[in-house]
């Protein structure tokens, strides 16, 4: 539910930033307009990072009642401690990498104290590296979950699908 919240929150704050121009070429926008679709987007950043690792969260959650693995489950609880982490320090670097906050949104205040661009986008890297290996080892969770209870007919797709196509046929990865 919280994830949903977050994810409403982002994508008004998204919204309001389109709306003052936010994808519109800067030639077709004055100050103001640049300031304020710049500003919305910024906000609602953080907003977004959490809602994706709160849904990423809760489909561990599930998989661990699904899949009983203590080994997979230490595995999963480690790295949504480390997707969790990422998150929320990611989610404060986005508005202490500059001096005034301000800065961020403002053109003219762009060259004062901030945090070199580096910083920022090792950082960035560092956590979609996490959400990519926590997305892996999910569908992995997923598909071996999916083969232990298709043949019990307790999974989401119709029985009829179960009943015709074997592990060997069948894969979520198209």
Known sequence: ?????????????DSVSVHHGL???SFYLDLAGIINATKYNMIAIPFNLL?????????????????????RARFL????????MFTLAASILVF??????????TPSLSATNCLPAH?????????????????????????DSFYVHRRHHICFIPVDISRTYTPSSF????
């Open 1 to 13: 539910m919280r994830e949903q919240i977050l994810g409403i929150i982002g994508t008004a704050l």
């Open 23 to 25: 994808g519109h070429h």
């Open 51 to 71: 809602s994706s690792a709160f849904a990423k969260t809760s489909i561990c959650f599930f998989l661990l009642h699904v899949n009983q693995s203590k080994k």
């Open 77 to 84: 609880y480690g790295m949504v401690g480390t997707m969790l």
């Open 96 to 105: 202490a990498q500059c001096s005034p906050v301000y800065a961020l949104w």
């Open 119 to 143: 910083i920022n986008s090792t950082f960035g890297l560092a956590q979609s590296s996490t959400y990519q290996i926590l997305s892996v080892s999910q569908y992995q969770l997923t598909r």
């Open 171 to 174: 894969s979520l990865s198209g």
